[in-house]
């Protein structure tokens, strides 16, 4: 905060931000991306819309989004004025996966995917980097929430949310991965009102998704502290496991989750009993979300929206429908005490006992 006032540099592209900018391509590169330039915006929102817009993927442009996920991802395509389509998620993964990808593509020709790394579960870098390569549709991933945990592949453009409810938060802000260094400078510009070069002249419609200097600070600070951060949440988790695995096959965990990574928010699967569990909680005073219910064709602002081969959602999305009669989220963060861990998971197995 001292070197903010000192500088009188509050915004607009300021050291901060481009040192951090610098440390966090570092910093992906540590937890095993490739190397690549980084970009900030105000949110993970902001910067995945103006990223679409600044690829120019033509009018109407066709993109494919999994209906299990936050609005965020959906609203991007529409803001960056392009046609989004949904698809469902592999049962095993609860993600939008290369191979649900290529068989839409067949279907109804793709100009872009966009899977997100939903509840925190990375991605299949290599099979996405293989899709993008053999269809040349453009694969931009909404990785909001595993930022820390996610390697890049090079080829691929990255998203990550900076947001406060996020493992890596500084109150808000996203973040951009990618080697596409010329559609990075075009989204930059975006996202300052459409100004290039030294003239301060408008060259494209932009909008206003800087992000500030006082981020910049708690995001190098969150950098520093990082190492704290993971081992507060992986011991976290390891007494969650420890508790779930009591319920044996009554509940059902998303692929990977507890043993390949921690995950962002901890959601569980109970069949036919989601809402059973979530009322439970409340009822006991415990406060949590079933992310991301409803699915997203079923907002009203989203009714409109088709999916592959203008099919009805019961064909188009089963299993996204059969994981929404079970999903529910559990409190997850770095501050919950053994005892907390204990009374949700007595409270779960009433439910489903």
Not at 211 to 240: D, H, N, P, T
Not at 242 to 266: F, H, S, V, W
Request: charged residues 20%.
């Amino acid at each position: 905060m001292s070197e903010i006032h000192a500088n009188r540099w509050y915004t607009n592209f300021g050291p901060l931000n481009s040192r951090f900018e610098t440390e966090m391509a570092r910093f992906l590169k540590e937890t095993g991306s490739a190397k690549l330039e980084t970009g900030t915006f105000s949110s993970a929102t902001t910067a995945l819309e103006l990223m679409l817009r600044a690829k120019r993927l033509g009018k109407e442009a066709k993109v494919l989004i999994p209906a299990l996920t936050f609005p965020a991802t959906a609203l991007s395509v529409l803001n960056a004025s392009y046609q989004p389509v949904f698809a469902d998620v592999d049962r095993h993964s609860w993600l939008l996966t290369p191979e649900i990808a290529r068989a839409a593509h067949a279907v109804e020709p793709l100009d872009a995917v966009v899977p997100v790394a939903t509840y925190g579960k990375p991605l299949d870098g290599e099979a996405w980097l293989k899709f993008q390569q053999e269809t040349g549709v453009q694969v931009f991933w909404d990785a909001a929430a595993v930022l820390g945990q996610q390697a890049v592949p090079e080829d691929i453009t990255s998203v990550f949310s900076l947001h406060a409810t996020k493992p890596f938060g500084v109150g808000e802000g996203g973040l951009v991965a990618t080697s596409d260094l010329e559609t990075l400078e075009r989204a930059r510009s975006l996202s300052n009102f459409g100004f290039i070069g030294p003239g301060g002249m408008v060259q494209q419609t932009g909008t206003n998704a800087k992000f500030g200097e006082y981020y910049a600070a708690v995001g190098l600070q969150q950098i520093a502290r990082w190492g704290e951060v993971v081992e507060r949440r992986r011991k976290i988790s390891e007494f969650y496991w420890k508790e779930l695995k009591k319920l044996g096959n009554r509940i059902e965990l998303q692929a990977g989750c507890g043993e390949e990574y921690i995950p962002a928010t901890l959601q569980i699967y109970a069949k036919g009993k989601g809402g059973a569990i979530f009322d439970a909680l409340a009822e006991a005073g415990i406060q949590t979300r079933r992310w991301y219910l409803p699915l997203l064709h079923e907002h009203p602002a989203l009714h409109d929206i088709p999916f592959i081969d203008n099919m009805q959602a019961e064909e188009a999305l089963p299993v996204s429908l059969e994981l929404a009669e079970g999903l529910v989220g559990l409190p997850f963060h770095a501050f919950l005490s053994e005892d907390n861990i204990r009374e949700i998971c007595d409270i779960v197995v009433g439910v489903i006992s």
